[in-house]
């Protein structure tokens, strides 16, 4: 059983262009987690998403940032007119419901490295 | 406000000896908690996880972390450490009505020398 995937792994912009991160969950799970992590810090919280759904966005900049996850592939992460701020890694995480009740937990992917030129 | 601090940036610990990493969070009721560590240029990966029961909790690679509620704190143990527990820990905490997001602490890098 594949763990989370994503991709790419490592990430080039230039500052204005735009940014697609891809997420492939674990078989079976159909809630997905977006994280980021600035240099020198703790991961956070971006956006959750059932499939077809967008459940809390509490986490996502305003402006620039938008999250799908589409009945029938990827979670995808896109970021408009990139800025350096925006360089970060950016983690995806998938779990078979949207509770952490009965002990369940997240899996996490292996993160896809953004630099903004 | 809630909060998940790790008060340690850095540790420094010879291999063999002990390793323990603090973890104190601030919230209204009792989260789930857990500790992740996440090695150079790669994901993070679950050590162990308290969610309700016994407040000893053993995890993978030999580690195990307390909860006490009295303190507020999940610490994570490990009684010798190996060359490749060198790593970043991050304590995240996640709230029973939060849909399932995690709030993490800041993390520690942890580097062990021979």
């Known amino acids: 059983n594949a763990g989370v995937m994503q991709n790419p792994r490592h990430l080039v912009r230039r500052r204005g262009q735009e940014a697609r991160l891809r997420c492939s969950p674990m078989k079976g799970h159909s809630h997905v987690y977006w994280y980021r992590q600035l240099p020198e810090e703790g991961l956070k919280f971006m956006v959750y998403l059932q499939k077809e759904n967008i459940i809390d966005e509490s986490g996502m900049p305003k402006e620039r940032f938008s999250a799908e996850f589409p009945k029938e592939g990827p979670s995808i992460l896109r970021i408009q007119q990139v800025v350096r701020g925006d360089s970060a890694a950016y983690f995806c995480a998938s779990s078979t419901s949207g509770s952490l009740s009965g002990g369940r937990v997240q899996f996490f992917g292996p993160g896809t490295r953004l630099t903004v030129l | 406000a809630q909060s998940v601090t790790q008060p340690d940036i850095h540790i420094t610990v010879s291999e063999g000896a002990s390793l323990e990493l603090r973890c104190n969070y601030s919230?209204?009721?009792?989260?789930?908690l857990f500790w992740y560590v996440q090695s150079p240029g790669q994901g993070l990966q679950l050590l162990l996880k308290y969610f309700s029961g016994d407040t000893l909790v053993q995890g993978i690679k030999g580690f195990e972390a307390e909860f006490k509620r009295s303190q507020s704190s999940f610490n994570l143990r490990k009684p010798s450490v190996h060359w490749s527990d060198a790593a970043e820990y991050f304590c995240a905490v996640g709230l029973t009505d939060s849909w399932g997001k995690l709030q993490f602490g800041a993390g520690t890098q942890v580097v062990v020398t021979p």
């Open positions: 919230y209204g009721a009792t989260p789930y």
